[in-house]
T-cell receptor, first 106, second 113 residues
Framework: GIQVEQSPPDLILQEGANSTLRCNFS?????LQWFHQNPWGQLINLFY???GTKQNGRLSATTVATERYSLLYISSSQTTDSGVYFC????????FGAGTTVTVRA | EAGVAQSPRYKIIEKRQSVAFWCNPI?????LYWYQQILGQGPKLLIQ????????DSQLPKDRFSAERLKGVDSTLKIQPAKLEDSAVYLC???????????FGPGTRLTVL
C-alpha cells in the first residue's frame, strides 16, 4: 500500500514561533487532508488540499502532487495549537501518517 | 450542520465480552467509514460503506468484528468476543462520496481488561 511519512515526529515550540510540518507520500493520490487531533482525541479538519496552496488564519498548507509532498505551516504558534497533526492521503482509501506531536510552551 | 455522532464515548469491558458502537453520519453523506486508532498511531481503516453496501473491509478482523449500515444511514460496529489488543479508539467518519473530504466523529474509547 501507499506509504505516508511525516516529519518531524515531535516538535517543541515557544509561543509565537513559526514552524513547518512535512508529509511525503509514495504514490499518486486522489486527495490529501491535514487534521489536528486535540487532547480529547477529536480529529479536526484543517485542510482538504490535493494540490496548490490554502490558508486559514495562522495556518497554511501547500501540496505539490507531482513531487509527492505536502507542507503545513503554523505561524505565531499558540498553546492551543498543541496536539498531534496528521497528514492523510486517499489512494483507493484514506491512509494516515504517524503524525507530528506539537507542543507549544507559553 | 450537525457533525458525525458516535456513542458511547467510553466503554470498559472484560476480554471475551461483546461490545457495540453506533455512528450517525452527516446528513446526506453516502460514504461511511470505521477506523481503529491505537495509542500513538494514526487511524487505520476497518471498513468503508457506500450507502448500505460494503466497499472495503480488507482490514476488518472478520472472525470477531462485524459492521452493518442499515438503510444507508447510521451504522453499528460490533466486537464479539473482545481481546485485550482491541483496546483503542474507534472513529467513525463520513463523506459525500468516496474520495471526498472526510469528517470524523468524537470517537469511542474502548478499554478491554
Amino acid at each position: 500500500g501507499i506509504q505516508v511519512e511525516q516529519s518531524p515526529p515531535d516538535l517543541i515550540l515557544q509561543e509565537g514561533a513559526n514552524s513547518t510540518l512535512r508529509c511525503n507520500f509514495s504514490d499518486s493520490v486522489n486527495n490529501l487532508q491535514w487534521f489536528h487531533q486535540n487532547p480529547w482525541g477529536q480529529l479536526i479538519n484543517l485542510f482538504y488540499i490535493p494540490s496548490g496552496t490554502k490558508q486559514n488564519g495562522r495556518l497554511s498548507a501547500t501540496t505539490v502532487a507531482t513531487e509527492r509532498y505536502s507542507l503545513l505551516y503554523i505561524s505565531s504558534s499558540q498553546t492551543t495549537d498543541s496536539g498531534v497533526y496528521f497528514c492523510a492521503v486517499t489512494h483507493y482509501k484514506l491512509s494516515f501518517g504517524a503524525g507530528t506531536t506539537v507542543t507549544v510552551r507559553a | 450542520e450537525a457533525g458525525v455522532a458516535q456513542s458511547p464515548r467510553y466503554k470498559i469491558i472484560e476480554k471475551r465480552q461483546s461490545v457495540a458502537f453506533w455512528c450517525n453520519p452527516i446528513s446526506g453523506h453516502a460514504t461511511l467509514y470505521w477506523y481503529q486508532q491505537i495509542l500513538g498511531q494514526g487511524p487505520k481503516l476497518l471498513i468503508q460503506f457506500q450507502n448500505n453496501g460494503v466497499v472495503d473491509d480488507s482490514q476488518l478482523p472478520k472472525d470477531r468484528f462485524s459492521a452493518e449500515r442499515l438503510k444507508g444511514v447510521d451504522s453499528t460496529l460490533k466486537i464479539q468476543p473482545a481481546k485485550l489488543e482491541d483496546s483503542a479508539v474507534y472513529l467513525c467518519a463520513s463523506s459525500l462520496y468516496s474520495y471526498n473530504e472526510q469528517f470524523f466523529g468524537p470517537g469511542t474509547r474502548l478499554t478491554v481488561l
